[in-house]
């Protein structure tokens, strides 16, 4: 339900990651934590993951974008932000809906921290055992 402005707002998570995202019609600014984007990430891939869903949807220079994110590493914020900008845009045209799913954009990762257990150095490595 994009507003009369058209500002779209919406979240993603990922690990333990955070993001907000505002969307409106523009030229294709990207900004993370007011920062310009290709500054706020130092890795390619953290760029290109970030912005995939509006590269998918071909809406990047259509778009201006601004993300706040906190909590976690770089590859979770790039991931919440990658959730959270397939949400914004599917909120501001439903007719993305198709294209975003075939890129793979719709679907979030689960995947969290493993957390260690007692009596083990690790979440899953185990002290060695010797029988004498």
Not at 63 to 86: C, E, K, L, R
Not at 93 to 105: D, I, M, S, T, Y
Request: charged letters at 25%; hydrophobic letters at 35%.
């Amino acid at each position: 339900m994009p507003e009369e402005k058209g500002l779209v707002l919406a979240t993603g998570k990922r690990k333990s990651s955070k993001a907000t995202v505002k969307i409106i019609q523009g030229n294709g600014q990207v900004f993370v934590n007011g920062i310009p984007l290709a500054s706020y990430f130092q890795r390619l891939a953290h760029r290109r993951h970030a912005i995939y869903p509006l590269v998918a949807t071909e809406t990047l220079s259509k778009f201006n974008v601004w993300m706040v994110v906190h909590g976690g590493g770089p590859t979770g914020q790039s991931g919440a932000i990658h959730s959270a900008v397939s949400r914004a845009l599917r909120i501001q045209n439903a007719l993305l809906e198709g294209p975003l799913r075939q890129a793979g954009c719709v679907e979030n990762d689960k995947r969290k921290v493993e957390r260690k257990k007692t009596g083990q150095p690790k979440a899953r490595k185990k002290y060695t055992w010797v029988k004498r």
